[in-house]
């Protein structure tokens, strides 16, 4: 599944985005900076549908054998 994901070139982009709204919360949780966390909260679910939508995307790419052995 790894390779999948690496190989498309929609999931690198997306699978960043997630990694960058979840450090934004974070961020704003441990520095009491509310904003940044309100604002990197807003933006998470549209990172993990983009990253929802481009998993399956490629998935659907590869043959089902390997899907079933994997």
Do not use: H, K, Q
Not at 40 to 50: C, D, K, N, T, W
């Amino acid at each position: 599944m790894v390779s999948v994901v690496l190989g498309c070139r929609v999931c690198v982009p997306a699978s960043l985005a997630v990694l960058i709204a979840v450090a934004g919360v974070v961020y704003g949780l441990t520095n009491d900076d509310v904003v940044t966390a309100l604002g990197a909260l807003l933006f998470l679910p549209s990172a993990a549908i983009l990253f929802g939508v481009a998993a399956r995307r490629c998935s659907d790419r590869v043959p089902f054998r390997e899907r079933r052995a994997n």
